[in-house]
């Protein structure tokens, strides 16, 4: 939470880029980001508990628009993993929050298997393609899917990888 303190991250999260603001709150061990896009915003809360990393940060989805419910839930659900199971902190989750926000309206679409345009593993983007489909998928989603499945199909036509 200190790090968040710190005018030089503040600064560094919201550079170049008027539509996203940080707002720390001190005494409830809350941060909260706000995207905004044209005359709407999306806003997220991260709230760390006094006994952190014991018990698991909080990550609420304030405010959405333009995004599925499922595909939001993914998010919140990668921005809780890189604090709580990458050892990452408060700074790249909201790195993660802002890069798919972006991304999301810069027309780059997200893996159908985590719902996440960013992925949780690698912070990569999804670049597998399907060739019957073309649907696009991260490389550590596909792995995990192959492992799961005990098969190289693509998880929505089912043709051979």
Known sequence: ??????????QQLEENDNEFKV????????VSATYFVDEESMQ????LPSNFPLQQISVEGV???GVKDKQ?????????AVIGTQNGNVV????VFKRNVNLHFEGVGDCVICYSIISVVDRSLPKKQCRTCKNKF???CLYKWFRSSNSASCP??????
Do not use: Y
């Not at 939470?1 to 503040?10: A, C, T």
């Open 156 to 161: 929505l036509c089912r043709t051979v990888f």
């Open 1 to 10: 939470m200190e790090l968040m303190n710190r005018p030089d991250i503040k």
């Open 63 to 65: 405010q959405k628009f």
């Open 72 to 80: 939001w839930r993914g998010w919140m659900f990668a921005i809780a």
């Open 92 to 95: 790249d989750a909201l790195t």
């Open 44 to 47: 997220i809360s991260i709230k």
């Open 138 to 140: 991260h490389a550590s």
């Open 23 to 30: 707002r720390t709150l001190k005494a409830s061990n809350e």
